[in-house]
């Protein structure tokens, strides 16, 4: 049984990570920056409001968990937001800070506060949610492609530091995942391009080999594995689960 922390673990990609772990029979603590988002968590997980980027409140909830678990073994830095949906010379400065500090800060800070536990224990799985827009970068998101495409680099680091402890760190890359995150995106790429909501989905799905979007769960299978003895040696690797995407931005 593994200790297993997920961060933004209420809903979507970090709800379906959670219920994994679970499934396979470990322990699970959540946090969420909503208390509506943990109102209905499963019986037996742990969970904690804190916002990600919030020091302080971070650093309690290791305390918190040192406390009651007295390590952990698997962390999911899993807290990300969409952020704007604009061309570079549209996007104000607090809407780039917002973005870049929720997705990039609130893994370093998991990190810098989930290391010290699995260096005492000389094991532990590090797992980063980044996206294919930072492997490839996306037109109208440079916020969230800057973010992501940086947790890429913030994992290899911590896959080199952290390795000789033996723990390992890897980036898990979502393609378009459905659910409700992603409809936004497509609502609000659709009015900056000018397209209906379906013409962007259709987008989407025609620039991956497989022809369609994947779902939360998938990315949840790939995290457990990472999380497990059978991906002992997997470090310092940036996977994607996205159906192979040839083109990130296909033109339709």
Not at 165 to 170: L, S
């Amino acid at each position: 049984m593994r200790r297993v922390l997920v961060t933004a673990g209420g809903s979507g990609i970090g709800r379906a990570m959670a219920e994994g772990f679970a499934a396979a029979g470990h322990q699970v603590w959540v946090t969420d920056v909503s208390a509506v988002a943990l109102a209905d968590v499963p019986e037996g997980w742990r969970t904690t409001v804190v916002d990600a980027t919030d020091e302080a409140g971070v650093k309690a909830l290791f305390e918190e968990i040192t406390g009651e678990w007295g390590g952990l073994d698997v962390l999911c830095a899993n807290a990300g937001i969409a952020g704007p949906t604009a061309l570079i010379e549209d996007i104000a400065l607090e809407d780039w800070r917002t973005c870049v500090s929720v997705n990039l800060e609130g893994c370093f800070l998991a990190a810098k506060y989930a290391a010290p536990l699995m260096k005492a224990a000389k094991a532990g799985a590090i797992i980063v949610t980044s996206s294919t827009a930072g492997q490839y970068g996306y037109p109208n998101r440079a916020p969230y492609a800057s973010a992501k495409w940086a947790v890429i680099g913030l994992m290899k680091t911590l896959a080199m530091e952290l390795g000789p402890f033996g723990i390992r760190a890897n980036v898990i890359c979502p393609g378009a995942v459905e659910g409700p995150r992603m409809e936004g995106v497509l609502e609000r790429e659709a009015a900056a391009k000018g397209m209906t909501r379906d013409q962007v989905y259709k987008g989407y799905a025609s620039g991956t080999s497989m022809r369609s979007f994947v779902e939360a769960q998938d990315i949840a299978n790939m995290a457990v594995f990472l999380g497990s003895d059978a991906a002992r040696l997997v470090s310092g690797q940036v996977i994607a689960v996205d159906g192979h995407t040839e083109n990130p931005d296909p033109k339709l």
